[in-house]
Structure formats: structure tokens, C-alpha cells
């Protein structure tokens, strides 16, 4: 059974997406998401059983350096150059 889109599930999209849409609107999407779905229906009938998966032109290599412990700035050093800290960390704006 081929899938299509109701009027009803339109006006249920539009209501999650808080959309008000009049009757015109409803029926001309509801047309235009069914093209759609026409559309993507020739999807169906592509071969992919024996399809080699696509190559990478350039060879893709894992370009993460190696996780080497480094020592960490002091919490001295990290607030050295800024003026909005408060009791020994950074103070940021007030949050309601």
C-alpha cells in the first residue's frame, strides 16, 4: 500500500510545528508532500544488492594525535587575565 499524506496528518505536523494554516494551505501541502513522496518512490526501484560502496578519492586516515598527558594550567594561571572572577572561578552573567 503506498503511503500518502491526509489532510489530517498535515494539520497534525503544522500543530506540533504551532503553525496555523487555513484550508488552502492544508490541501495545497498536502498535494505538494504527495509529489514528494512520488518523487522519492523511484528510490524503491534502484538495484543496491550488489552495489560496491562508493571509494574515497583521497585516502582517509585517522588524523587524531596521540592522547599524551600534558600538565594543565593552574586555576591561578586561568584567571590571570580576566576580571570577571569571583571566589577562584570565572564568574559569568546571572541566570534567572
Known amino acids: 500500500m503506498a503511503a500518502t499524506i491526509t489532510a489530517e496528518t498535515v494539520r497534525h505536523v503544522a500543530a506540533l510545528a504551532r503553525l496555523e494554516l487555513t484550508d488552502a494551505e492544508v490541501t495545497r501541502f498536502q498535494a505538494e508532500l504527495n509529489d514528494i513522496l512520488r518523487a522519492f518512490k523511484v ?45 577562584g572561578f570565572f564568574k559569568g552573567p546571572r541566570a534567572v
Open 43 to 87: 528510490l524503491d526501484t534502484c538495484r543496491t544488492g550488489n552495489v560496491k560502496p562508493s571509494f574515497q578519492p583521497i585516502e582517509a586516515k585517522n588524523v587524531m594525535h596521540a592522547d599524551v598527558p600534558e600538565p594543565c594550567l593552574t586555576q591561578e594561571d586561568s584567571l590571570r587575565n580576566t576580571r570577571h572572577k569571583e571566589h
